[in-house]
């Protein structure tokens, strides 16, 4: 009786984090959202069904914007350019300047036109593609050249670019450094295995992450050297890692849903949509949007809900609390009295306290840095949310 009461408890929990996510009207689509590009309200979703979907009211409607591009083909990645979106596919390159009302194709100098991977800097574009390595344009499409000196794989699964900086992720050859658009790369793989398949890229400040089948690296040195950073990571296909509002998501292909870091990586813990496959991520200010398998497309509002202070009304409890993140106390305000309950994501009781009404300071300094459930009740009322603690 005891585990089927555990078991209970821990799918109330696992529907607690995954309330945070919002499942937009973008849902119950053929098979899967492999790629997303989002700028403020307008959001791009590519289904594996062959549809390319548009959103400019935050997910709230969509609508198909096909017009242009392949018909049996899947577009295998998103990228903004200014006002313009680039579309790369298994038969080459696809731009819209009007809003996905109409795409035209701009392969002109692409001698491999299986485009894997697109990162833009203002009005410069880099295309990766499956064996032809890394290609350019600062013209729109118009034309492009090959960069390649230096690389010594050129199956381009990941490109990130960070001010003059430009990483390249392979399939199979590591991490690759370019610090003058793309003429000259440098293998960076102190601490990779030399045959190691990279998945994606993401920057935040001085710190990159490389994602790969069985998790994380991280460099906090422009790439000179790198160590895995897996603690709390389910530890199977990451296909793609992102940063939103100074946190770190990864997201697992394998049913393991997306997973949060808030301290750069040395910890991580389950954000939510635990039991879907995961393929896509992209932020846009504050706003997380994960794409997922069956074809449905979630996202996370972060402002106001892992950072700052935060006000919890729901179930009838009204309760306020800063900092988020934390790290020695949690500041509470409450309008009447309550119990609460820190647990961690596993669902177990890490702390328990009465308060009264007003303002009170709750010891957190011997927890863990992670992500926690802080769970409220008094009487027929009762509130759930998260908090991180740093």
């Known amino acids: 009786m005891k585990k089927i009461l555990f078991i209970i408890a821990l799918i109330s929990l696992t529907n607690i984090v995954n309330a945070q996510w919002q499942q937009t009207s973008l849902n119950n689509i053929a098979y899967s959202v492999e790629a997303i590009a989002a700028k403020v309200d307008t959001i791009y979703a590519w289904s594996s069904s062959y549809n390319m979907y548009l959103s400019t009211d935050d997910g709230i409607t969509w609508i198909t914007v ?4 392949p018909t049996s ?3 295998q990645a998103l990228a ?5 979106i680039f579309a790369g596919s298994h038969i080459g390159m696809f731009l819209s300047t009007n809003n996905g009302g109409n795409w035209t194709s701009v392969n002109t100098g692409l001698t491999n036109t299986n485009i894997l991977s697109i990162a833009a800097r203002g009005d410069t574009v880099f295309a990766g593609t499956d064996g ?12 492009w050249q090959p960069v390649n000196t230096g690389l010594t794989n050129t199956i381009i699964t990941a490109l990130e670019i960070n001010d003059s900086n430009i990483f390249a992720g392979t399939q199979g050859g590591g991490v690759f450094l370019s610090t ?9 793989n102190n601490g990779i295995p030399s045959n190691e398949v990279i998945t994606d890229i993401a920057i935040s400040d001085s710190n990159i992450f490389a994602a790969y089948f069985d998790g994380v690296y991280r460099s906090t040195n422009n790439g000179g050297l790198w160590s895995t950073v897996n603690n709390g990571l389910p530890g199977g296909a990451i296909y793609a890692v992102t940063i939103c509002d100074s946190n770190i998501f990864a997201a697992s292909a394998q049913s393991y849903g997306v997973y949060i870091s808030s301290n750069n990586g040395n910890s991580w813990a389950i954000s939510g949509l635990g039991g879907r496959n995961v393929w896509s991520l992209a932020a846009s200010d504050s706003t997380l949007f994960a794409g997922t398998e069956p074809g449905e497309l979630f996202k996370i509002s972060l402002s106001g809900n892992l950072v700052g202070t935060q006000e919890v009304s729901n179930n009838g409890c009204y309760i306020k609390f800063h900092p988020n993140p934390a790290i020695d106390n949690l500041t ?10 820190i647990l961690n994501v596993q669902g177990q009781t890490i702390l328990q306290k009465q308060l009264q ?3 009170i300071d709750v010891d957190i300094s011997g927890l863990a840095k992670g992500v926690y459930i802080l769970r409220l009740y008094s009487n027929d009322k009762t509130g759930v949310t998260k908090f991180m603690k740093e």
């Open 180 to 188: 003058n658009n793309g003429q000259l790369w440098t293998a960076m």
């Open 357 to 359: 009404q007003g303002k």
């Open 132 to 143: 032809g390595g890394v290609f350019i344009t600062t013209n729109n499409g118009i034309n």
């Open 80 to 84: 903004y350019s200014g006002s313009n």
């Open 332 to 341: 509470i305000e409450t309008t009447e009295e309550f119990i609460i309950e």
């Open 66 to 69: 096909n017009n242009g591009l």
């Open 73 to 75: 083909d899947n577009i």
